[in-house]
């Protein structure tokens, strides 16, 4: 079979590891709140009524895209522009190419900057194929003006965190909606790990600060992996209304 991402593939290696998937959208939690196309995801009303729900649907096609045969990659992909079209045709106007950019390019970053934080360095050549793989997926989707290679990624990220990111009342529901359906204690840790993982303007427009505390336990849960605690703890910090969805994670992701 072929498979649309290489059975030896660095992405598989970044999106097999459930915990590092659960911060790659922690960072992308912070970053869609300050998006200027955010109202897009607003519109239909299911990213604030449930942000972590969308979180593991969003999960869900991630996994048949990396992990699956051509055919059903692509079926995947066809269906999030069924999906689009749908939303585009209810407003009476076009998803903006810049917000599906950025979306690559968060998708991007967060697989480099969650797998390095949990698990070590990757090479060039290996960040070049993460690019390489979100760029296939953009041109299946019909986004235009996509890079070429890491360094071209590079210089278009640092635009568009420049150009694509503002502090909006949209930014400020969000977090509210995060704080409302996480809890206080589990509101901390998020957005203590999207410090951790966020480049500087997004630390910026948001005042996000570093935690020792945080830290401290990062290094705990890393030790927690080595004697199999880690998905215990991955529960406590999931509502309970989210946890037998998160043991799917698991099983889905190393399908």
């Known amino acids: 079979m072929e498979f649309f991402?290489?059975?030896?593939?660095?992405?598989?290696?970044?999106?097999?590891?459930?915990?590092?998937?659960l911060f790659i959208f922690a960072g992308a939690a912070a970053e869609f709140a300050l998006n200027k196309s955010v109202d897009w995801l607003y519109f239909t009303g299911k990213l604030p009524a449930d942000p972590i729900g969308r979180l593991f649907t969003t999960v869900s096609y991630a996994k048949q895209i990396v992990f699956s045969g051509t055919p059903e990659a692509v079926g995947a992909i066809d269906r999030i522009n069924q999906i689009h079209a749908a939303v585009e045709s209810k407003r009476g106007q076009l998803i903006p190419q810049d917000a599906y950019r950025d979306v690559l390019f968060m998708l991007v970053?967060?697989?480099i900057s969650a797998f390095e934080l949990l698990e070590r360095k990757l090479t060039d050549i290996e960040?070049?194929?993460?690019?390489?793989?979100?760029?296939?997926?953009?041109?299946?989707?019909?986004?235009?003006?996509?890079?070429?290679?890491?360094?071209?990624?590079?210089?278009?990220?640092?635009?568009?965190?420049?150009?694509?990111?503002?502090?909006?009342?949209?930014?400020?529901?969000?977090?509210?909606?995060?704080?409302?359906?996480?809890?206080?204690?589990?509101?901390?840790v998020l957005?203590?790990?999207?410090?951790?993982?966020?480049?500087?303007r997004v630390k910026h427009l948001l005042n996000l600060e570093p935690s020792l505390i945080l830290n401290a336990l990062l290094?705990?849960?890393?030790?927690?992996?080595?004697i199999k605690m880690d998905e215990m703890i991955r529960s406590l910090l999931l509502p309970v209304k989210y946890r037998q969805q998160a043991r799917l994670l698991d099983q889905q992701l190393y399908c």
């Open 127 to 188: 960040k070049e194929e993460v690019v390489n793989v979100f760029t296939r997926v953009g041109r299946r989707m019909g986004i235009t003006l996509l890079p070429i290679g890491y360094n071209a990624w590079k210089q278009m990220r640092g635009a568009q965190l420049e150009n694509s990111l503002v502090a909006s009342g949209y930014t400020a529901d969000l977090y509210a909606q995060y704080r409302k359906h996480l809890g206080f204690l589990r509101y901390y």
């Open 5 to 21: 991402v290489a059975k030896d593939s660095v992405v598989r290696t970044i999106w097999g590891k459930p915990d590092t998937v």
């Open 109 to 111: 970053h967060y697989s």
């Open 191 to 200: 957005i203590h790990v999207q410090y951790l993982v966020t480049p500087p």
């Open 219 to 226: 290094q705990c849960y890393k030790w927690s992996r080595k």
